[in-house]
């Protein structure tokens, strides 16, 4: 049996050893300047593998040797409260989750933390794709005799009992659609015809609006065109718990909300699990929800079980006072404005009347303009000529009608953003930003978007959402009048997309540049926007975009669209959708105020 990590601990110590370049110049540096080693004891000593190891129980969390690690690859923790023993831990100085969300039939419950937090980790133990060690880590498979053991008398007891003994069947929706491109051969019809086992083939296709696609190859759909068809796939499975990770990612507003109310209806005859970072819809989506709070890549927590208002109010807030646990140094906050003001300043950028034809879709666009020092959100549905716009202004793309401002400089981050290279993001980022060892961007950039842990890795492997936060400090280091970025908030948990917002704000604040953002978050949008763009038409056939409208105004005629109304949350004054049909709904479509309205 391997070691196992005790209860009452009081400090957490975790290596990276993807990181540590032990062995490649740095010496054991922590070694040496460990104060414990100093006066003879073995607090960090050296493992087979030549990179360090860590002792929990001797460390004092003094974290000297966190802070001189040449590469940043220690993390100390010292804990303000009992964790007991873990759920499971990935090896000695590595990652581990305590605790567990809690199922609960005919119900959607959410999670909602940070990336790198645990919630795939508690995906995969409560499907059944992980075993959970208890803290013993070893050679050794984990056994489920002793997951049982572990749980017998408890609120889980049961749901293991029917894993592990019954049979119990899930159906899990990953996080990473892209993978089905590659996985899945033949056309869509064919993967959901194989994936049926509930006689619903025709009820999932309409439901998702999958009917164009039925007869296109797996392999060449796009990146929303496949997270529908994985959220079809897990819906055809005939499942006791359907777990869904991220099912918003690549889908437009309507696409979200038609998935939503897809993935609710599941919930009729089963649990389902959500894993999403847009607030709005998860707050949509679920009755309830488990925080998890902790630190990425070094520990997590799951919290109790909390109603989903109290839940997503507690993780803006920052501090959990059942755990009596303060998770975040500051609350998240929103203001609460009847109507968004703007920046008057000098126009910055303006536009004629713009026309774009590509193959069979055309675009048209309003003459307009944007200020100086304002962010304008850009909104519609996917195939409506957003991206098209936007590149016209960045000049990827050359209107057949009008012309765009040639004297004005732009910074541009697309949409797809792609990192193949083995040099590692400070040789990029300091070859592409001159300001790059200024304050003024460490400060304004490198600290929101949490650039430091990032510098001494490869590009080529980072994940979806460290590649974001390369490809935004690329776009923001530049010094240039217009910033035009088209998703960022994709792949990024919600600490990230807010922090992303103060970056944006005051990169836009102090260089009294405009910025063009496009985005699918509604709260994300809610949060960074003065004023907004509004895309409309038929998707793929024609587009109309107008504006930039003040927010309620831009606002309204979204929503009006959508057939959604929004009202603000009387304690975190966050935007929330009112149930359709509700008294609260009805009351404000009958006023016009579809947004904004307390």
Known sequence: MGSIIPQGRVRIAVLDKAVCINGQGCDLLCQRVCPVNKVGKDCITVGSDNKPVISEELCIGCKICEHKCPVKCISIVNLSMDLGRPLHSFGENSFRLHRLPVPKQGQVVGLIGRNGIGKSTAFKVLSNHLVPNLGAFSNEAPAREAVLSAFKGKELYPWFFLLYNKGLKTAFKPQ????????????????????????????????????????????????GELQKLAIGIAGLRKAGVYFFDEPSSYLDIRERLRSATFIRSLARDAAVFVVEHDLILLDYLSEY???????????????????????????????????????????????????????????????????????SFSLEVEPNGLNAGEVVGVVGPNGIGKTTFVKMLAGVLTPDKGTVPAHVSVAYKPQYVEGHSPESVESVLRSKIPGFDSKEFHNGIGIPLELNALLDRPLNVLSGGELQRVALALCLGLEAELYVLDEPSAHLDVEQRLAVVKALRGVADQRKASMLVVDHDLLFLDYAADRLMVFSGEPAVQGKGVGPLPMEEGMNVLLKELGITLRRDSSSHRPRINKPGSQKDEEQKASGHYYYTN
């Open 176 to 223: 990473q659609v892209d993978v089905l491109g590659r996985a899945l051969k033949g056309s869509v019809q064919d993967v959901l015809r194989k994936a049926d086992e509930t006689n619903r083939f025709d009820a999932v296709v309409k439901a998702l609006h999958l009917e164009a696609l039925l007869e296109r190859e797996v392999s060449h759909l796009s990146g």
């Open 289 to 359: 929800v488990h925080l998890l709070y902790g630190k990425p890549s070094v520990f997590g927590v799951v919290s109790q079980v909390k109603g989903v208002r109290e839940g997503l109010n507690t993780y803006l807030e920052g501090y959990s006072r059942e755990e009596n646990y303060r998770f975040r140094a500051f609350p998240i906050e929103f203001e609460v404005r009847d109507a968004r003001t703007y920046a008057q300043g000098v126009k910055k950028v303006e536009w004629p009347g713009l026309f774009k034809r590509l193959d």
